[in-house]
């Protein structure tokens, strides 16, 4: 994949524990209605049987909107429930690993926690990457790096890879991180422990087209 062919913008991160008011499945057509245009899902604790069976019945309702669905960290997963794509992190099975094991995979997301990353042969291999986290968040508490503003245009000059920013995104940061060269910005809980799933990406979507446009 190019850089030209990364066309989105708000990324929702689910799973069902993420979810306080509504199923998951509501949530993630809720927010796609509001403007996600691109979805994970992130179940760290399931076993593979329990992740697949949601991610089979997640990818029906995102089929509907031709909506990608990602699988975090799990490529048997990815591989059976027909997703477009897969994000791993540092400590997850390589990018060129999952080249060679998955030709057909369309979307190959990669976390960035150091930026000796940008230049090893797994960001090479990936389309995009997540820049990981940009602020502190309690949804993913073990974190190596917090990149902040400064480490989000640090990246932005160093690749030419689309860049996706996670970690604490909400509509009230997501225009200056866009600005500072973020491609498209990642939630979870913005969306997820929204009463109104559909308004919070709405803002959030307003605000990173704000941004785009102040590039
Ligand atoms: N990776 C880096 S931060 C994070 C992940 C999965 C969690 C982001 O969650 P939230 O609630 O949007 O801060
Ligand atoms: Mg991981």
Redesign the pocket.
């Known amino acids: 994949m190019n850089v030209k062919s990364f066309p989105y913008r708000l990324y929702l ?1 689910i799973s069902e524990e993420a979810c306080p008011h509504y199923d998951f499945i509501k949530v993630a057509e809720e927010a796609i209605k509001g403007g996600v245009d691109i979805i994970q899902l ?1 179940e760290k604790k399931d076993a593979s049987s329990q992740f697949l069976k949601k991610a089979v019945e997640l990818k029906k309702v995102l089929d509907r909107y031709q909506i990608p669905l990602i699988i975090n960290d799990n490529l048997e997963v990815a591989i059976k429930s027909g997703a477009a794509g897969i994000h791993v992190g540092n400590t997850d099975l390589t990018p060129t690993e999952i080249r060679k094991q998955w030709p057909q995979c369309e979307i190959l997301g990669y ?1 960035i926690e150091y930026l000796e990353q940008l230049y090893n042969e797994q960001t090479y291999s990936s389309d995009y990457l ?1 820049i ?2 940009v602020y502190n ?1 309690d ?2 508490t073990n ?1 190596v790096t917090t990149w902040g503003i400064d480490g989000v245009q640090s990246i932005c000059s160093k690749t030419e890879k689309p860049l996706v920013a ?4 909400k509509a009230s940061n997501a225009k200056k991180v866009v600005e500072a060269g973020a491609d498209c910005i990642a ?4 969306i997820c422990s929204d009463s109104n799933p559909l308004k919070a990406a709405q803002l959030l979507k307003q605000e990173i087209d704000q941004g785009i446009n102040n590039r």
């Open positions: 991160v992130r976390s997540g990981s986290p968040t949804t993913k974190t996670i970690g604490n995104m939630v979870v809980s913005a």
